[in-house]
């Protein structure tokens, strides 16, 4: 293969290229969600997927989402493939005001110890994504 050297101000590097193909990954996704019931109190969302790697078995997952009082929202959901063992993930999402400003708290975890931990602040109907944590034990 080729070689090329950079060279910052202290110290120099070797990188080597290799001359060989791989393809690119590539994942096909189509999913579909409706909300069977919603009004002022209550929200129940429903949603399934489905995707299929270009280097694997599809994988089927579905998921349900109850949301109380537009604040507090409790997940469920699981997916389904040959290379799962069982793939559940439940989940908790807190809307709250802080100083006129709309914050979003999402924590989930998995089957295989998996725990997320998400932070979106709501400024002018756009999300913004402050933080997140991920963490396997």
């Known amino acids: 293969g080729s070689e090329m050297c950079i060279r910052d101000r202290t110290r120099m590097f070797d990188i080597t290229f290799v001359n060989e193909g791989y393809p690119l990954p590539t994942n096909f996704t189509f999913g579909l969600c409706f909300n069977p019931v919603t009004n002022d109190n209550h929200q129940v969302l429903v949603s399934m997927a489905a995707a299929k790697p270009n280097d694997g078995a599809p994988i089927w ?3 349900l989402e109850y949301e109380i009082l537009r604040m507090v929202s409790l997940r469920i959901g ?3 493939a040959d290379n799962l063992e069982n793939g559940i993930a439940f989940g908790l999402g807190i809307k709250f005001m802080l100083e006129e400003k709309l914050f979003h708290f999402d ?5 295989n110890y998996q725990y997320r931990f998400h932070l979106y602040l709501n400024r002018d109907k756009i999300w913004l994504y402050l933080c997140q944590f991920h963490c396997l034990l």
Do not use: C, D, P, T
């Open 61 to 63: 997952s579905m998921g």
């Open 78 to 80: 699981k997916k389904f």
């Open 107 to 111: 924590y989930s975890i998995n089957n």
